[in-house]
């Protein structure tokens, strides 16, 4: 090889690290620093981020310093899960504001606490405030392009079919009974329980009891005729979400929080089997749809996929596959921790049980609850109301400015991240009062308008355009638990109840609740 050769070989080597690296630079910091700047010259600020991995260490380093330390029974309500699960919000909240900006290194994010703001986030119907990618795309085997994940107008149509399925008097018609069904092996084990255990009082560990109801009313709902297999594909769902929720969400760089091989190639086979499960399930649906009377949400879905004449035959199918795993994911776990979280401050709140009990007998009269009385439950919505402001188990509403995007007085460019967190809202003493801390469903007795000094604040179920299409189910079927349980037990909270919330995609009691239970 001659030397002009060796030359031209060496240049182009040097010329394709130099893109290499320009590339990577683009990426990971130019990039960044762009959106950053606008959003400085607005008057934005926040920490300054490190080249590469941004405010990422210093979120690292606050989370390690962090206090463990657990409250004691005294404190639990006082307890902001803020401060444990996400120090570094609330340190740079006090340092720069209810709206400042950070890094994760490839990412700029809009921390938006403020009520003006997350108004705004409400009343903004653009398509091009969207789900973060970032974050979705590691969802990808469990969600696939459902409506939890997906945008723009593929978003739309899905959620234009979808929603009417989970308008509240379909709720109430076609799922109320049903989930009164699900519930009496719960109140039969625990009244075994008690048998067991002394005859008078059992110590009972409530979460996976809760999360059977709830994934066993999902299935039925979305599967009827074919509930078992419906649990089946369910459980394989579970195993699924476990697997990839060893990621780490938060933290958008390549390399952190990634999985090995091993748990990649299980969650490659698991995606495959429930993927091939439900399609025999739909197949087998498929010729009965036009003429069966038996309309459960499946059915719904797949009769509403299939007069969409915008659906190919192949993606009315891939439309059915993923948004069956969407529902079940989005629709059981929440609910369930929802209903844990309950439990836990009714027990710390026995005047709360007696109020709800007594208007449970009341309304309901002895019998079960029913489509019509669900809806006359007051305190019992008081008390859900109170707890999903507590201890809402979503940690956070997140968007992606997918094109720039004007939300109030703010310029969001594009490709920034929005994130608000809920419990920090909902704890917010200008916005609540000064009993913001304190368990008081008293506050939601003239509805949520009056209950706070700005309503769009409170947001268990999200915001805008992405509100929650499950909130009605998710709220007639807490009623339910509470008035089901309550008719039949009295409860206090165990010794060996820990509080320790912990986020896990979703903030969940970390040790479970325990609480001792009494036959009434
Ligand atoms: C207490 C229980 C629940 C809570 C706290 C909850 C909370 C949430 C939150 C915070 C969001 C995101 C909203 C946003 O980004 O603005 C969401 C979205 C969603 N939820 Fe729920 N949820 C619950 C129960 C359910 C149930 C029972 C179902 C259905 C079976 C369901 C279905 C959905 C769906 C499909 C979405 C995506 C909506 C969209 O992106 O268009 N959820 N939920």
Known sequence: MDKSHILSISVAVVGAVCFLVHHLLNSMWFRSERLRRKLWMQGIKGPSPSLIYGNLPEMQKIQLNALTSTPNNADIVAHDYTSSLFPYFVQWRKEYGPIYTYSTGTRQHLYVNQAELVKEMNQCISLDLGKPSYITKRLAPMLGNGILRSNGPLWAQQRKIIAPEFFMDKVKQVMVELMVESMQPLVRKWEDSIEAQSGVMADIRVDEDLRGFTADVIARACFGSSYSKGREIFSKLRKLQTAISKQSFLFGVPGYGLLPMKKQNEILSLEREIESLIWETVKERESKCKEASEKDLLHLILEGALNDQSLGEDSSKR????????????????????????????????????????????????????????????????????????YPPAAFVSREALEEIQLGNVTIPKGTCLWTLIPTLHRDAEIWGSDANEFKPERFSDGVSKACKYPQAYIPFGVGSRLCLGRNMAMVQLKIVLALIISKFTFSLSPKYRHSPAYRMIVEPGNGVHILIRNI
Not at 335 to 340: C, G, I, L, N, Q
Not at 353 to 373: F, H, K, M, N
Request: net charge neutral; charged share 15%.
């Open 319 to 390: 439309f059915i596959v993923d948004n069956c795993k969407n529902i079940y994911f989005a629709g059981h776990e929440s609910t369930a921790v929802a209903a844990s979280w309950c439990l836990m401050l009714l027990a710390l709140h026995p005047q709360w049980q007696s109020r709800v009990r007594a208007e449970v007998a009341q309304v309901c009269g002895g019998s079960l609850p029913d489509a019509d009385s669900v809806s006359r439950l007051k305190t019992v919505t008081m008390v859900i109301q109170e707890a999903l402001r507590l």
